[in-house]
């Protein structure tokens, strides 16, 4: 379950312990430094790594540092804490944060993602897949709190499922545990991202039966953003950094996704080039990858309506409270 006040409080110390936050810094060659932190290695995240392996951010002047943070908890620590300049992370947590009450809120500034990335996967195949299929059965769901859970229940909410009460829910797993857990027998079905469910339909042990990116609708999934501060003081670096990602953008939207695996196998070295190729076609398909990095009403109302339904929303956070287009509406303007 996502716990505000722990990881709040613990970033707010260690930013005591920091002093100083390590921005705006140039490397040898004059380019701007930038500290990324990613929530997860997924190929859900492709424009990113396209515009590292295209060199998108070096031709804006950006030394891009990425590392991988497991959990939306400890990835927005570390950008609280000053440890990193920018998190990929769910939207959702820039709305913990807020709830919290700080002067120095998160600002989501570019879309990654526009849909859930997760797929309902099934250990036993069938022909003709129905939702009623889930009631009375063991399914094995993701971190409560988390985007991934709040999508996965209001999709079981849409086609009738109550999900505490019509099937047995199970959330006890840790996200990098939950692939092995099915495979060791916990669960009739599992909530599954990319690729990991191409995986384990290529070696048989499940079978995607449905798509929550499709079921849950518009979403603003994945965002990059960073502190208000550090976005005050450093207009042109995210600027920069976003018409990186509008270049990737178009880059991903122009090319098919045997091109896209190939670009993005650097990031993979241990995933198979055909899964890695089976993964993007699903999430290209299904418009997962944002076509440009604006966050609008539609998507960011839906969000609150999915996080009210999850009992996770204190109050209404207005889109103009901590989303900022600026960035996003420039490089579409500017970037072809």
Known sequence: MWNNKRFLGFALATVLLLGVALTGCSDSKGDIKVKVGEVTRSVFYAP????????????????VDLQTIAGGDKTMTALLSGAIDVALVGSETSIYVYQQGTDDPVINFAQLTQTDGTFLVARDKTDNFDWNQLKGKDFLGQRKGGMPQMAGEFTLKKHGI?????????????????????????????????????????????????????????????????????????????????????????????????????????????????????????????????????????????????????????????LSAIVDNQFADKAKATVK
């Open 162 to 318: 109550h999900p505490q009460q019509d099937l047995k829910l199970i959330q006890n797993v840790d996200f990098a545990n939950i692939a092995p857990a099915f495979v060791s027998g916990t669960g009739q079905y599992v909530q599954l991202f990319e690729p990991q469910a191409s995986i384990f339909e290529k070696e048989g042990k499940g079978h995607v039966v449905a798509s929550f990116g499709v079921e849950s609708g518009p979403l603003p999934y994945t965002v990059f953003m960073s502190k208000q501060s550090y976005i005050k003081k450093n207009a042109d670096t995210v600027q920069k950094f976003t018409n990186a990602l509008q270049k990737a953008q178009i880059w991903v939207a122009q090319h098919k996704p045997e091109e896209i695996a190939d670009a993005i196998l650097p990031y993979f070295k241990n995933t198979e080039r055909d899964i890695i190729v089976s993964a993007v076609k699903r999430y290209q398909a299904q418009g997962t990858y944002a076509p440009d990095a604006v966050l609008d009403d539609a998507e960011w109302n839906n969000l609150l309506n999915v996080m009210t339904q999850a009992g996770e929303l204190k109050k209404t956070v207005p």
């Open 48 to 63: 990113e790594y396209v515009a590292l392996e295209k060199g998108f951010f070096k031709e804006e002047g950006l030394d």
